[in-house]
């Protein structure tokens, strides 16, 4: 199949900032792009060749939009799956596949998935209800504290919460959910694995995630992380076997916990360019996007090294501010050295709402993230 | 001025690949823009934020468009200069400045400017019509050979020729011209210059250019050119007076020959992002239409620096093909290292016509001229 300038038509469910990314790269080479989401003002209308609004979680939205294209991605995994895998069983090329996607879609599903694959991961139970797990704590089968994640829906934070006593319980949603033993860990990390519908694959190097300790959002990205260097070699293989193993075409974002005594554990994926990759487009030889396209159209992957390190500042609404979003002192950052703000195009901040990106790439990885909390203190993303 | 996210709206005349590259730009940093062009079929029509169909000679679509927008800018010099003008001094903010334009937009014009301002350029004569070109010849004059080219509206070797002997000058169009004297180049080397409102200046570093033989067209732009860095150093210092001189705002491209006693001539030069300042999307800090956008809205200048040595190859029509076009081989030159294709989105090919380019990125320019050279002899642009 000839892509280039030609009649092919690659669906994109989901029309957030990741496919605003991705539509980048689709407009590089020219690839009609047919972009569908609930949002008529979804960062992707711009940038497609088509939009069109639809729900991703509506069985006949998804299917109507899978007759129209020749290849269906997605930028979000909360998507309907039954429409996917008729369209699958009708002969569409579905990447990531279905089979990947109802693993991922749901924790407890995954976790079970780890195991069964000899994957490292933390302990943890699964409840079909929240209400077993007070059972299971006073009967002594669940010990606290552990994180209570909701097994489906959880994004930028949401559906993950750290259960100290039985309290903490309260307010959160009734349904399926796991209770995962609390990791001490060193660092977390993360992984971006490519791998081609033809079965190539690649690992990008190893990322290190500093996260606000609050609001459960990353907020430094530092490639390559500052690891001892069998450390990064365990968290690429591990990496790497998950992608395998979940027979994955596309991209998937490992998130990985180093412990105390350097051993890793998968914390959870992502099946899409993701986040802990943002960093590549100024840093890498290939970013995260193009890579993307080119796992899932089959082509050759490309290099997954770096240039120069990298390091990712997320631009997140600040406490206090919700309304039409400004964002304050962008030009101090411009000033300062390999420095590349990116604006998703969201017109409403509100509390850790991810507004943008900021990527500082440096020879210096120090040096790097010494400018990387200027920026970081510097911008503030507010309210008018 | 808050240029993000906020109400303000950049005008751009021309929706050719290099508006379509700027566009990349606009949406990284959320920048509403409103793009005109004469074909509904522009590149730049995806991606704006609107787009109108006009005639960029015709004063009242320029005019029309300059009173939609806050900041008017271009991606091709041949626009209409008299609705720029009364635009500017409507309090409409023109970059590059329509006296920049006037200059550049005629090739007689240019040239007595470099006269007039101290800077280096081959030798000419200046011709009304053509046909005082044979008169001159006849009567000792103007001596065989050199080079004609017309005044106006030149574009892809179009406009320029060398004339050896009288009969060369048939089929040339009759207006204003120029006959230049013919350099023996040693090399032609490019800088572009990205000079700000503000009036900041920075030039990126010197890049070779390989011509093709019949097209006069660029082959491949090497950075860093492979030339000594005292001579490197000229070019950067003459490019900047150029620009400095002629009081642009925004990017320009300064074409110089390196003679063979090691000389610099001024050829000539572009008001915006060029051909020659490709490679810096994948090899430079700082991409040369993200440095357009800083320059015409007043921010800090990005750095100049590359993060690896780069090197550009057009994609040009082969020749005794035209029709809708097909890029064969793509694969192949995406299983090479570093290797970052453009498709610009042309639907129809022509021998010769610039349909995309590739950019090559390698620790070692040599190893990445090898790549190149490979790219060029693979790839290939036919009609269907």
Not at 20 to 43: F, G, N
Not at 129 to 151: C, H, M, Q, R, T
Request: glycine residues 8%; proline residues 4%; aromatic residues 8%.
């Amino acid at each position: 199949m000839n892509y280039f300038s030609s009649n092919f038509k690659l669906g994109i469910l989901g029309g957030g900032q990741l496919g605003k990314m991705l539509l980048y790269e689709t407009r590089k080479w020219d690839i009609h792009t047919k972009v569908m989401d609930a949002s008529p003002e979804a960062p992707c209308k711009i940038g497609c060749n088509e939009f069109v609004q639809g729900d991703l979680m509506d069985f006949d939205a998804v299917y109507q939009l899978g007759k129209q294209v020749d290849l269906l991605t997605i930028e979000i995994e909360n998507v309907n799956l039954d429409a996917l895998e008729k369209l699958e069983e009708e002969g569409l090329k579905v990447y990531p596949p279905t089979k990947a996607l109802r693993i991922i879609q749901n924790k407890a599903k995954q976790k079970l998935f780890y195991v069964d694959q000899g994957i490292p991961t933390a302990k943890f139970q699964r409840f079909a209800y929240k209400s077993e797990i007070e059972d299971s704590v006073s009967n002594g089968g669940l010990s606290l504290p552990f994180v209570w994640k909701a097994a489906q829906f959880g994004y930028d934070g949401q559906g993950v919460k750290i259960v100290r006593k039985l309290q903490d319980l309260e307010g959160l949603p009734p349904g399926e959910c796991i209770a995962e033993e609390m990791v001490y860990f060193k660092n977390e990390l993360a992984v971006v694995v490519a791998r081609s519908a033809s079965g190539e694959i690649k690992t990008y190097p190893v990322v290190e995630m500093e996260f606000h300790p609050e609001a459960n959002q990353v907020e430094y990205v530092i490639c390559p992380a500052r690891i001892d260097t069998k450390v990064a070699q365990k968290a690429r293989e591990i990496a790497l076997k998950v992608s395998e193993k979940i027979q994955q075409v596309g991209l998937l974002a490992v998130e990985m916990f180093q412990t105390q005594e350097d051993g890793i554990l998968v914390n959870e994926v992502a099946p899409r360019p993701h986040n802990s990759g943002h960093y590549s487009i100024e840093a890498s030889y290939t970013n995260q996007f193009e890579q993307h396209l080119r796992a899932i159209l089959g082509f050759p992957l490309g290099k997954t090294d770096s240039k120069l390190p990298g390091i990712m500042v997320n631009l997140v609404g600040a406490e206090g501010h919700t309304g039409d979003v400004i964002y304050e002192n962008m030009e101090t950052i411009l000033g300062k050295q390999g420095v590349t703000p990116h604006i998703y195009g969201k017109k409403q901040t509100r509390p850790f709402r991810k507004m943008g990106h900021v990527t500082i790439v440096n020879e210096n990885v120090e040096r790097a993230r010494e400018i990387a909390q200027q920026v970081k203190e510097k911008i503030r993303v507010v309210s008018k």
